[in-house]
């Protein structure tokens, strides 16, 4: 099975800095990388996906896929207190057409 | 649009007594469905999925069945609830991009 690996964190920055989220993954043939975002107690929300080597920017997230080197990550830019959540990487494993999450890092902005 | 329903939100059930939660999306058609379970502070833990209706993929051995008697339609069972089996439950849904989208969630405690 993929493996997905992410540090659980809490990440705790000040608020209207940069957050970095990052992932590594163990399998090399993976194609698709999905960032969510689940505050406490509620499911996930989709917050970016991304296919291509680089970066893709929606508002201020930004992720960024580097597939030599088996990672992504998720940078927040003007980091809000509502910021404040689990956000979990995650992969598409073609085989079994399924998502194969990370266990998720905790972020916190503080005000 | 699409959305995506679970019933009920919240349950507490005895050890031993049967569990049927149900998962019904709107606006397209054809979908993958995806039962998970979220043990508290964990990661999301793939349980079931299909890719039409009567096709069942079981990802981990255990007291739980699916069952998907209609398109849109996606049931999670069990004949007798061990007290492992709390957590919260989510179905999701998914197109070929492969991103996965949930519902807002079960939380089962088993007493």
């Known amino acids: 099975q993929k493996e997905v690996e992410q540090n659980s964190g809490p990440l705790s920055v000040p608020e209207g800095a940069i957050a970095s989220l990052n992932c590594t993954y163990s399998d090399r043939g993976s194609q698709s990388f999905f960032w969510y975002r689940q505050y406490s107690g509620k499911s996930p929300e989709l917050i970016m996906f991304i296919y291509s080597n680089g970066d893709k920017e929606d508002g201020r997230f930004t992720a960024q896929l580097n597939k030599a080197s088996q990672y992504v990550s998720l940078l927040i830019r003007d980091s809000q207190p509502s910021d404040s959540a689990t956000y979990l990487c995650?992969?598409?494993?073609?085989?079994?057409?399924?998502?194969?999450f990370g266990s998720g890092t905790r972020l916190q902005v503080q005000p | 649009s699409q959305t995506i329903h679970q019933w009920p939100a919240t349950l507490v059930q005895p050890v031993g007594s049967p569990l049927s939660l149900e998962c019904t999306v709107e606006g397209t058609s054809n979908p993958n469905l995806y039962w998970y379970r979220q043990a508290a502070g964990r990661g999301l833990q793939l349980l079931f999925y299909s890719v039409g209706i009567g096709q069942i993929s079981s990802e981990v051995p255990q007291n739980l069945s699916a069952s998907r008697p209609q398109d849109r339609q996606f049931i999670l069972s069990s004949k007798k609830l061990l007290l492992s089996d709390s957590g919260f439950y989510l179905c999701a849904w998914s197109v070929q991009s492969g991103a996965q989208y949930f519902g807002p969630g079960t939380r089962l405690t088993v007493t």
């Open positions: 995650a992969l598409h494993d073609t085989g079994r057409r399924a998502l194969t």
